[in-house]
């Protein structure tokens, strides 16, 4: 099955600073890749998406990039601040069986952002 | 907005009782999914379900079962609870069957096992 690994685990940046999160996927076949973030007493949250015709999308703030040859995607977060703060979970789909598709979620990133 | 309600936050149970779990959700979404979340180790999939009646394992099914009667509801089943299933359950449903869409979370059930 799939395997995605999340890098890394915590991460502190200042106020102000840029945080890079990166993942690995093991599955050629995966073709849909999600950011969740995760605030604390909350389900986790799509901040964005990125799908495996595109090789980078933006939304303000943030942007995902993917290599597809490497297999391998990253999350970018520029200008960071205090309320980014939580945990952020990468994850990768791909099909399960006949039609069906299922995520398989990284192990999850706790950002902290010091002001 | 999607909206995904999970009946209870927090749940007390003990150790061999049948515990039930409740998701609704209010988007007509296919497909349903429910998951366990633990410190380390992300989120692992249980079970889905693609329509009602239809339901299919994930990764770490064992010792569950799950119930879609209606398209909206999808129940997670402990048959004979155990203190190795202390955990954050999380619920999410999704429109795109293609699967190359977003899944919508529940704030999740904090279930703890004595």
């Known amino acids: 099955g799939e395997n995605v690994e999340q890098h890394p685990s915590t991460l502190s940046v200042q106020e102000g600073d840029s945080a890079v999160i990166k993942c690995t996927y093991s599955?050629?076949?995966?073709?849909?890749f999600p950011w969740y973030k995760q605030e604390l007493g909350k389900g986790p949250q799509l901040i964005i998406d990125i799908r495996s015709n595109v090789g980078e999308k933006k939304d303000q703030r943030i942007a995902v990039t993917l290599n597809k040859t490497a297999k391998h995607f990253s999350l970018h977060i520029t200008e960071t601040q205090p309320e980014d703060s939580a945990v952020y979970f990468c994850a990768a789909s791909k099909r399960s069986g006949g039609s069906n598709y299922k995520l398989t979620f990284g192990k999850g990133t706790l950002l902290t952002v010091n002001p | 907005d999607v909206k995904v309600t999970q009946s209870s936050r927090y749940l007390v149970k003990r150790t061999g009782e049948k515990v039930f779990l409740e998701c609704v959700q209010d988007m007509d979404h296919e497909n349903m999914f429910w998951y366990r979340q633990d410190p380390g180790l992300g989120l692992r999939l249980i079970y889905f379900s693609y329509d009602v009646k239809m339901k299919e394992k994930g990764d770490i099914p064992e010792g569950y079962s799950v119930s879609r009667e209606k398209k909206e509801r999808f129940s997670l089943i402990l048959e004979s609870a155990s203190t190795n299933q202390t955990s954050m359950y999380l619920c999410?449903?999704?429109?795109?069957?293609?699967?190359?869409?977003?899944?919508?979370f529940g704030d999740g059930t904090r279930l703890s096992i004595l």
């Open positions: 599955d050629s076949a995966s073709n849909y």
């Open positions: 999410a449903s999704s429109f795109f069957t293609t699967g190359r869409g977003p899944q919508h």
